[in-house]
T-cell receptor
Framework: AQSVTQLGSHVSVSEGALVLLRCNYS??????LFWYVQYPNQGLQLLLK??????LVKGINGFEAEFKKSETSFHLTKPSAHMSDAAEYFC????????????????FGQGTILTVHP | NAGVTQTPKFQVLKTGQSMTLQCAQD?????MYWYRQDPGMGLRLIYY???????DKGEVPNGYNVSRLNKREFSLRLESAAPSQTSVYFC?????????????FGSGTQLSVL
């Protein structure tokens, strides 16, 4: 079964520092990949997604992620953290079979809570 | 500009009580979903409705039932609540069946079962 792993349940950075949140998937066929963000007391919002094409994907609020097939990874980065980036971030996948069709629903990772210090 | 609306926002139940969580979307979306969120486990799919008139089980359907009342509304029912159902519940919707469409989420219902 397709799974997605986020390394680190909590990440803490200083304002202005690089943000790196890690996500790895486990399948031989690359899935569709997503990053969602959840601000306190809110539902999730889509940050960015990768389906096909360019492996570096840019999203909202200055975030980007790079799909690396050789590493089965889709890590999320932002060059300079802002206090407003404090939230919980979820990596999610839709598994695909070799024919490009889905055999499962959107599956979420465990989440990473990002804290930004002044 | 409501999007996905969930009611109630908070609820406390005693073991064995029943309740229905309501969800409505005003974006004319075809697909609707119910998730539960537990610490360290991400979001897990309970039930979904790909289109009006259809419902299917997700990853964790036991103890729940759903009704797709019409295109706008998708309710989740707990017939006999258990402490293991203490969680935050999210309703979500998306326009149609295409895999890469983004999900639109409600703000959640925090449920405690004592």
């Amino acid at each position: 079964a397709q799974s997605v792993t986020q390394l680190g349940s909590h990440v803490s950075v200083s304002e202005g520092a690089l943000v790196l949140l890690r996500c790895n998937y486990s399948s031989s066929v690359p899935p569709y990949l997503f990053w969602y963000v959840q601000y306190p007391n809110q539902g999730l919002q889509l940050l960015l997604k990768y389906t096909t094409g360019a492996t570096l994907v840019k999203g909202i609020n200055g975030f980007e992620a790079e799909f690396k097939k050789s590493e089965t990874s889709f890590h999320l980065t932002k060059p300079s953290a802002h206090m407003s980036d404090a939230a919980e971030y979820f990596c999610a996948v839709i598994p695909l079979n070799a024919g490009g069709t889905s055999y499962g629903k959107l599956t979420f990772g465990q989440g990473t809570i990002l804290t930004v210090h002044p | 500009n409501a999007g996905v609306t969930q009611t109630p926002k908070f609820q406390v139940l005693k073991t064995g009580q029943s309740m229905t969580l309501q969800c409505a979307q005003d974006m004319n979306h075809n697909s609707m979903y119910w998730y539960r969120q537990d610490p360290g486990m991400g979001l897990r799919l309970i039930y979904y409705s790909a289109s009006e008139g259809t419902t299917d089980k997700g990853e964790v359907p036991n103890g729940y039932n759903v009704s797709r009342l019409n295109k706008r509304e998708f309710s989740l029912r707990l017939e006999s609540a258990a402490p293991s159902q203490t969680s935050v519940y999210f309703c979500a919707s998306k326009p149609g069946p295409r895999l890469a469409e983004k999900l639109f989420f409600g703000s959640g219902t925090q449920l405690s079962v004592l």
